[in-house]
């Protein structure tokens, strides 16, 4: 059975940091891509950083690039989300998701419905 457990969310000024985890657990973790997703209240869930499968190559969203990295641990079997500037309008709840599928172009790996596996969420508030 595929677990993803994410930790580490909580409130935050803005400006300030916050790294949020994801604990994968029942699958082989080196072969999948790994994402974070966001979902603020009434709006859709969006792509907020991947990292494929290799770890070499990762993607961000503009919103959040130069200031969120992603990393993995496949020793650990875990990925960050390391959330730098952090800014009210990154509130909401995230998720870390997996996908044993192979993507080809980048476009891929930003899309929800490409993704298997899903944790729970975490929520992260930022306030002004």
């Known amino acids: 059975q595929v677990q993803l457990v994410e930790s580490g969310g909580g409130l935050v000024q803005a400006g300030g940091s916050l790294r949020v985890s994801c604990a994968a657990s029942g699958l082989t973790f080196s072969t999948h891509a790994l994402g974070w997703f966001r979902q603020a209240p009434g709006k859709e869930r969006e792509f907020v950083a991947a990292?494929?499968?290799?770890?070499?190559?990762?993607l961000y969203a503009d919103s959040v690039k130069d200031r969120f990295t992603i990393s993995r641990d496949n020793a650990k079997n875990s990925v960050y989300l390391q959330m730098n500037s952090l800014k009210p309008e990154d509130t909401a709840v995230y998720y870390c998701?997996?996908?044993?599928?192979?993507?080809?172009?980048?476009?891929?790996?930003?899309?929800?419905?490409?993704?298997?596996?899903w944790g729970q969420g975490t929520q992260v508030t930022v306030s002004s």
């Open positions: 998701a997996a996908s044993g599928l192979l993507g080809g172009v980048d476009i891929w790996y930003t899309r929800k419905n490409n993704y298997n596996y």
């Open positions: 990292a494929r499968q290799r770890g070499t190559v990762t």
